[in-house]
């Protein structure tokens, strides 16, 4: 390159010398005249560009070499220049009392994000990509952490519902992309259960996002509910169990049913001594629990079995979660 540009002014001065026959410049006159000449008197580059600008001088040395802001355009002593960030600067070569300038001009380095927004859901992850003028390399960032991270490579994990700006960032210039972390949504498998004191279910929840759902009872002594989804009654009542994801809730009602309880007898008459036995059909097929109201004329076990103590009445109860029906029990001698 050097040599080609070497030959250029000496054609220069050669055309200059057959124009002007009559007064044709003398080798010596053209050493006497300090001049620079330069390769490029005008550049535009990119940022991180290296490249030489070379000079002819009227004595064959070595010019100085100087920039007017090295934080844009630098320059050694051999004439290369590196592009350091956007904007403009003059890098002159001077030999005694001539010299020459070159206007560097640096490009902004422009940036393109693969898209400008993005949904995802928690958990979820979206690869983005960034290209550059000059192939520089770019910083992520995420102006949300709490919503959205970015790693070194550009990929964006949601974390709880929102929005976050994802900028890419090289040599000063930026460009950004929207994140939104959408809500999940939730689908219970039912939406009411009717249980009996005692009994289980399994309630299955269909969510959108790969997070599993908070389960929790606002009536843990009606009905309980563990991380699987399984629900246990307690007792009789009325319990609403919910599932939650980030801010998103479904819920289900839980009906712990009354048993209904079946009594073969409803009135008996024993002699003082005697014993027999009555049964209990329960709906919810829990055992129940008897009891007497005086245990002096007649006594039950916790089978149905009756022994009259003493003339008089009594009665027998049977219950069962919230549920109470009698028998009515005459002791005679």
Known sequence: ????FLLSVLLCFSVITLCSPSQAISAYSLKSIPFVILSNYRVTADIGEEFYILAVTSNGKKPTWKSSDSKIASVNTYGKVITRKAGAATITAKINNAEASCKITVNKTKIVISAGSASIERDETVRLSATTSNNSQVIWKSEKRSIAI??????????????????ATADGSSATCKITVKSPTIKLSQTTIKLYRGQSAKLSAIVSSKVNPKWKTNKKSIAIIDEQGVITAQKNGTAIISATVDDVTKTCEIIVLK????????????????STTISATVSSGNLPV?????????????YGKITALEK??????????GTKVRCTIQVTE
Request: hydrophobic share 30%.
């Open 150 to 167: 970015v790693d070194e490579r550009g990929r964006v994990t949601g974390l709880k519902p929102g929005q976050a700006t994802i900028t």
């Open 290 to 302: 008897w009891s007497s109201s005086n245990p002096n004329i007649v006594r039950v076990n916790s």
């Open 312 to 321: 008089g009445k009594a009665y027998i109860y049977v219950s069962e979660d």
């Open 259 to 274: 048993p209904d309880i079946t009594l073969n007898r409803t009135t008996l008459s024993l002699k003082k001594g005697s």
């Open 1 to 4: 390159m050097y040599k080609k």
